[in-house]
């Protein structure tokens, strides 16, 4: 028993450092949040009313604004999410562009159907069958919205980002409009959906996003554009602006990176690079009625989020750490950086994790062979580490109820616990997925199955 509790002890203390570092480097974010926010309070909003998407200014002559969606296979919520934006967006010239696979007839079936001749759909059916990478889909997307653009002589604005199983706002591309001029980027929050009628567990499952983006798109992201750092494009509720995309794309297909799993959190990096601003933009849509943000919901099964974020992992961890390596500032640097710990955050967990039943059968042994136990840890780190991590989850139950009340702050530490098993499981994927691409040096399309949401679910 004795090597039990030596393996309890060092992976405690291999844990408990982890988890200090990694907390005082939230912590260092936290503060800074803070910071921005009092000021903002004392330096701008006692001299002037908070701004909304009702009172921005539309520019004298409107632009075209074209939204992308890349669809493969997503014939149960492409109809849902069309008919949504065709009754929501108010602006006076958009398109919505949605990229289609030949060998993906049900989809382009629904989209048919859901659009009914409207002229502000265009299915563009690609020459390859699916699926390719969605970047793949998405530069065939711009192919076709140049060739629109030289027949009708009407240049495009920005382009939109947008995914199958998003509910769009509808006071979004004004604020798009009014301020891609300012930005090369604008990211409007995320809000992430609970999926109901699939039972508890499918609800705690798709519910455990809700808290993680409240927290990016509230405080994380933020700080990141304080900082002076890029700020990374979620791939949806994302305007670009259209001359910054053709400068990307020259001597390209498109804009979008092909050999990418994650090509829209690189696009942001990307533009940042080129010396281009990006934007977060936190607007509520008018006094009292809401935030301006994207809806949607994301996997409800234990397995399709751990795919999801499988992805992410290895896109931005590890294929990203190789194509875009480490430029720009010390600030820019420390963000990347934190984009890059998942892999080593999912090993300190699973440290963690793994020393709690070590201890229980070495303690368990003790008790029955009545011999002292010796698994001590140092007190001021365990007791900073404790608190860091009360701290983490309260400050996450605080934002995650600003935007979705109480009964979801109060399942923070549910969610928090779900979080952290699926980033095991997905840090472990992400490995293979990884060995894979050094390996065969070969991408696909590796989505994951959404919902829409049910009516009713989101803010208009």
Known sequence: MLALEDCARELLLFAAVGFLIGGIDDL???????????????AIYSRHDRATAASLPLPADPGRLALFVAAWQEETVIGAMVETALARLRHPDWRLYIGCYPNDPGTVAAIEQAARGDPHVRVVVGDRPGPTTKAGCLNWIWQAMLAEEAEAGMPVKAVVLHDAEDIVHADELGVYDALIERFALVQIPVHALPVRGFGRWAELV?????????EAHGKQVVV?????????????????????LATIAEGHDGPF??????????????????????????????????????HACFPHTLMGSVRQKSRWITGISLAGWDRLGWRGGIAE??????????????????????????????????????????VSMPLPMTIASAL?????????????????????????????????????????????????????????????????????????
């Open 28 to 42: 260092l974010v936290d503060l800074i949040w803070f910071g921005r926010t009092l000021w903002r309070r004392i």
């Open 206 to 214: 798709s519910g455990h996003y809700c808290g993680e983006f409240a």
């Open 224 to 244: 990141r554009e304080a900082v002076g750092a890029a700020v990374p494009s979620a791939g949806v509720g994302c305007a670009i602006a259209r001359r910054v």
């Open 257 to 294: 990176d092909p050999d990418s799993l994650t090509e829209d959190y690189e696009l942001g990096l990307r533009i940042g690079a080129m010396g281009e601003r990006g934007a977060l933009i936190r607007l509520p849509a008018a006094d009292g009625h809401g935030m301006v943000a994207v």
């Open 333 to 374: 640097h420390w963000m990347r950086l934190r984009d890059r710990r998942a892999l080593l955050a999912a090993i300190v967990l699973a440290a963690a994790y793994a020393a709690m039943p070590l201890w229980a059968i070495a303690r368990a042994a003790a008790l029955f062979t009545h011999r002292p136990m010796d």
């Open 388 to 460: 860091l991590l009360g701290w983490r989850i309260v400050l996450r139950a605080a934002i995650t109820g600003r935007s979705h009340g109480r009964r979801m702050a109060a399942l923070t530490p549910v969610h928090m616990l779900i979080g952290n098993v699926v980033a095991m499981l997905a840090a472990w994927r992400a490995l293979g997925l990884y060995a894979g691409l050094v390996r065969h040096g070969r991408l696909r399309w590796d989505k994951t199955a959404h919902v829409f949401p049910a009516s009713g679910t989101a803010a208009p």
